[in-house]
């Protein structure tokens, strides 16, 4: 922890973004906080942390339905599973955590098959009536290479914009990537259609012969 500190405080001090940390230790949350961090994202769904610092921070972000089921780390999560999880993860920081302060995570690859993964896209939009902020991060996970039968890493990056697309299309208020500068591409293209015209293109006329 004492060298994850000084390059979270020299983040903080170079970046106009939120800084988020991992862990599922109370004494490193409190830590990263008083450091500048502004969201844990802690894997174990802040079970392992039961009392929440008392300088809150503005978004604690749980890995809902991503903590190790009691059959092990190799039992595969179905969909009924994962949003029964993220209700009790609800449920558990109920009085502890604003609504607004709260993110879920439905843990796209998480013990979960690819028939499941992509279950979980197309019913993500379910998760939304909770009332919280959907995140999701299917960026460059296993299920996008069988997706297109590929096993290199290197062939990831255009299935993993499809399912980000495709899960902001669901619901998904942010997505956890790998390649960020072509997916915020790919995702204000998908904005356009999903959340409205940009203003900006309202008013222009026809760009030209070919559209």
């Known amino acids: 922890m004492a060298r994850v500190l000084p390059v979270i405080r020299e983040l903080v001090g170079r970046l106009a973004v939120p800084i988020s940390i991992d862990t599922r230790k109370a004494k490193v949350a409190t830590a990263a906080l008083n450091a500048g961090a502004t969201i844990v994202n802690d894997v174990w769904d802040f079970v392992a942390i039961p009392t929440w610092p008392p300088s809150s921070p ?3 972000a749980p890995g809902s339905s991503r903590c ?7 039992t595969a999560i ?6 029964s999880a993220a209700r ?7 009085g502890r955590h604003p609504a607004s302060q709260v993110i879920i995570d439905p843990g796209f690859g998480f013990a979960k ?11 993500l939009g379910e ?14 996970k296993s299920t996008t290479g069988m997706l297109i ?11 993993s914009l499809a399912l980000a697309v495709l899960s902001v299309q669901a619901g998904a208020h942010m997505v956890r990537v790998h390649d960020v500068a ?21 008013d222009l006329p026809i760009p030209g012969p070919t559209g």
């Open 88 to 94: 009790e993860s609800r449920h558990r920081r109920e």
């Open 182 to 202: 072509e997916t915020v591409r790919a995702l204000r293209a998908a904005d356009a259609v999903v959340r409205g015209t940009p203003e900006a293109l309202r």
């Open 78 to 83: 179905s969909w009924r599973t994962s949003a």
């Open 58 to 60: 503005p978004i604690p």
């Open 127 to 140: 998760l939304t009536g909770m009332g919280h902020a959907i995140l999701i991060g299917p960026s460059r």
């Open 113 to 123: 098959t690819p028939a499941h993964n992509l279950e979980l896209v197309r019913r």
């Open 149 to 159: 039968g590929e096993k290199d890493q290197a062939h990831r990056l255009e299935p």
């Open 68 to 74: 190790t089921t009691s059959g092990g780390p190799n």
